[in-house]
């Protein structure tokens, strides 16, 4: 548990204090997920539905701050900053002993886009929509990239995988997909924009801040619809940085 502790209390840290990080687009990404890879290297991963609005996706308002059945984001995150996703992938597995987290490595195409860029751009061209500055952190520490619809097999290159057996953390070997194809390619440096403005809300500090950004987790495939996720408030890291609140299913 005192290991588990220092994960999240790092986790605050780095999403609190991260700089900007989009300038230079990566070569590759990576995506944390419960499922195994004779799963994702057969079917990709799936965005939820079609929702492209990129606020509520940022913000989870299109997939963890709904119900079931409901959570609509029309993207697939991934995460350019390993050693933070890779954190979260150990972190995930301390607080769920015995559950295998898989670490997914892609290789991401002009189809990706910075999170935080296309955040910045859609709300710079609608000025009226309010905005906190929370909103950008845990896309900024993990510097996420994000992709429309589908990620598709021949992009993701391999796959490791975390778990704690009898409080130790085993890193598994990578596993490479047969599927796999090679290429010089990398994320686009244009951000994503639609010209779709979000939905007027009230603002607010205190709201559900991820572990990994909103839906950096939170993805649908027709095998497998539902992967739990840790989550925690912004109220909880000034009252506890060793606690985990509560649990949610993306």
Known sequence: MKTLGVLLWVFVTVILKAPYSWAEPPGTVWRMDTRPEQLIFHAGFQAWGSNFNVHDHVTGESCVNRQQGQRDSGFVSTAANFQFIRTAAAARAFAQPGQRIY?????????????????????????????????????????????????????????????????????????????????????????????????????????MIPMVGACLAASRSDLKQDIPAIMFTLESVYNSSTSIINHDEL
Do not use: C, K, M
């Open 103 to 207: 670490l997914y490595r892609v290789r991401p195409d002009s189809n990706f886009f910075n999170a935080e860029a296309s955040l910045r751009t859609l709300h710079d061209n609608n000025p009226q929509v309010p905005i906190t500055p929370l909103n950008y952190h845990p896309s900024r520490a993990a510097n996420e990239y994000i992709t429309p619809t589908l990620i598709p097999t021949q992009n993701i290159r391999d796959v490791e995988s975390y778990i704690v057996v009898d409080g130790e953390l085993q890193v598994s070997t990578a596993q490479v997909n047969p599927r796999y194809v090679a290429d010089n390619t990398r994320a686009t440096n244009r951000p994503y924009f639609n010209g779709e403005a979000p939905r007027e809300r009230r603002p607010t500090w205190l709201g």
